[in-house]
């Protein structure tokens, strides 16, 4: 697990986005493969959370569709913890060269300047900014 300033979570980001060369090797099938994580994460949040669409609580970013990151936003009561283990065991097999980006917020759509922080779920590995990382006790 890396923890990284809010800054440096964002270069991380940048820097660490999922392997464009798998993505392209997956080619006319990346869509595909991109809506079959999409199906697999809101199978897993929607009984607990409720359905994205019409929820106050959490979102799937579907805007960001293709490129190999599938961000959700969250509010900081809703976000729990313990998805982190069950969204990086979605990156298997052809979902590997994939990140699931959790961004927290005080509320629902709120600014960046409510951002309570974020983690980038990787097949192995996880990176938070340091802002999340206090909030769930995991760094002083």
């Not at 809506?35 to 019409?54: C, Q």
Request: glycine residues 6%; aromatic residues 8%; contains cysteine.
């Amino acid at each position: 697990m890396r923890i990284l300033s809010e800054r440096d979570f964002r270069r991380m980001l940048d820097r660490d986005n999922p392997n464009q060369a798998v993505i392209e090797a997956q080619g006319d099938d990346h869509e595909d493969i991109d809506m079959r994580l999409v199906e697999k994460i809101d199978a897993y949040l929607a009984p607990i959370l409720g359905d994205w669409e019409s929820s106050e609580v959490w979102w799937h970013n579907l805007a960001v569709h293709g490129h190999g990151i599938r961000s959700l936003l969250f509010s900081e009561s809703a976000f729990d913890p313990g998805f982190i283990d069950t969204l990086q065991g979605f990156l298997t097999g052809e979902h590997e060269p994939f990140c699931i980006l959790c961004q927290v917020f005080e509320s629902l759509g709120d600014d960046d300047e409510n951002r309570v922080g974020s983690i980038a779920i990787f097949h192995d590995h996880i990176t938070l900014s340091r802002p999340l990382a206090r909030k769930l006790s995991l760094t002083a």
